[in-house]
Structure formats: structure tokens, C-alpha cells
């Protein structure tokens, strides 16, 4: 399979967020874990890490939903909250 072109966008189910990446994944992954299960209703979830200098959101403001604590929030488009979009601590620590 041939490596998408970057820059490339793309954006929610609901059309409300839209979303740059400038930067190739730092790594790809399924995820089997139980949270990772809930949140897709699935045996797994698919999931890429983006340098957050590779990462923009380009239309909409994301709201807290999902996983969330003092070390780590994920975000979602406000209506239909599909998807996750954890915030820059979260890969980066600060």
C-alpha cells in the first residue's frame, strides 16, 4: 500500500472538526484493550500517534469527552463524539 501524501486533511462523521497532519506517524496501531473495545464497540481500535507539530485542528473546537484525568484527555467533535483526539500532553508530556 502506497504512503498517503502529506499534507493531508481530513475531519469528522459529523463534518463539525477538520484536521490537518503534516507529519508521518510516530506509530500505527490496534488496540485490544477494554477501553479501546467500549469506545469502538469493536474487538479493537485503530489508532495513529502524530507529532504534535504535524497535528492541527483546522476547523471546529473539539470538546472533552472519553478518557480523561490528570495525565491525559481525549477529545471529540461536539455532536457526535465519534472518534478521539488526545491532547498534546499526552504524546508529549508537557
Known sequence: MP??????EGGCRCGQIRLRISAPPILTMACHCTGCQKMSASAFS????????????IQGEPVIGGLHGDDIHH??????????LPDRKAWTGS
Open 3 to 8: 504512503k498517503p501524501t502529506l499534507p493531508m
Open 46 to 57: 485503530c489508532s495513529a500517534a502524530i507529532p504534535s507539530d504535524g497535528f492541527e485542528v
Open 75 to 84: 477529545y471529540h467533535a461536539p455532536i457526535a463524539r465519534a472518534g478521539s
